[in-house]
């Protein structure tokens, strides 16, 4: 059950025109379509794009998945939280990701970005979570706030050509096989049952699912772009995986994890060095957290917030 600060948090603030009330908390019911718009129109519209956030990511439409910052009430700044169970070899770890962060552009450089992510941080340690992670390009935005910039991840974009491809269908037997293939090679990985309704990460409009006998990937489709979000297996699944996904456009985004089967088929077999794309930032949140090797956690786009 998720843990609750006392409500909000209310400051005053002496601004030129005199004291302002501004405070941070939980998105309320009948704001949440009041913090839709923005969000959309900031990642989705903004962009060119037509599949808005809350379709993007089954689940999350929730209030109690939403921070905001009201200055005289309304909503200036807001943020998505996305809650997980890491497992490992030994133990597992409660946490967190924090993802669509947003400030009304007037209100930008005043604060309101860092007052939010620090309520975030507060709430998280209430829930007991163990640590929060997200992605960014901008990492010196979060330096000297706690946050740790560690990231395995590899991208490349190999060439492919469109042509006709199977993939196989999103049900309950194709999510056990994934299961199946995840807990015999990834030892660190997301537990829990997977939705039948995978998310649909940015910037891809299709998502496909293909299946061999020990791998599987999940990409995305955009045009003549296709976006491995995951992909794991042996060596011989996936060179017969790689047939099918070459086929799937003309531009093949690889993201996988440096060390992975995959990591290692793509240098051996394809003769390519996918060089390393440092996107995480990691903010230890429990006292069995801060020992953790943060550059070796890699969580797959597909899964991600």
Not at 35 to 58: D, K, T
Not at 124 to 148: K, N
């Amino acid at each position: 059950m998720v843990g609750w600060l006392a409500g909000t948090r209310n400051h005053c603030f002496l601004y030129p025109c005199g004291m302002v009330n501004i405070e941070t908390g939980f998105c309320r019911s009948d704001e949440l379509e009041t913090v839709l718009g923005p969000l959309n129109q900031e990642f989705i519209y903004s962009r060119g794009r037509n599949v808005e956030v809350q379709y993007r990511f089954p689940g999350l439409n929730k209030p109690q998945n939403f921070l905001v910052r009201r200055v005289e009430g309304a909503i200036v700044s807001a943020l998505a939280l996305k809650r997980f169970v890491l497992e490992t070899a030994k133990e597992q770890y409660n946490a967190a990701m924090i993802g669509l962060v947003w400030t009304l552009p007037s209100m930008r450089a005043k604060g309101h970005a860092a007052a939010i992510l620090n309520f975030a941080r507060l709430q998280l340690i209430q829930e007991q979570r163990d640590f929060a992670v997200l992605w960014t390009s901008q990492p010196h935005v979060y330096s000297g706030q706690g946050w740790i910039e560690a990231d395995c991840g590899r991208y490349g974009v190999l060439s492919g050509h469109a042509g006709n491809y199977t993939d196989n269908p999103i049900n309950q037997a194709s999510i056990d096989s994934i299961q199946e293939i995840r807990k015999a090679f990834a030892p660190m990985r997301i537990c829990g049952d997977v939705a039948a309704e995978f998310p649909l990460p940015l910037p891809a409009t299709q998502l496909r699912l293909l299946i061999e006998t020990d791998a599987y990937a999940i990409i995305g489709l955009a045009k003549d772009n296709a976006y491995v979000f995951d992909i794991l297996g042996t060596p011989n699944s996936l060179q017969a995986l790689w047939t099918r996904i070459s086929g799937s456009g003309k531009n093949i985004h690889m993201n996988v994890p440096a060390g992975s089967p995959a990591d290692e088929w793509v240098t051996r077999i394809l003769h390519t060095n996918l060089p390393p794309k440092p996107l995480a930032m990691w903010l230890p949140l429990s006292g069995r957290a801060r020992d953790l090797d943060y550059a070796s956690i890699y969580i797959p786009i597909i899964d991600r917030l």
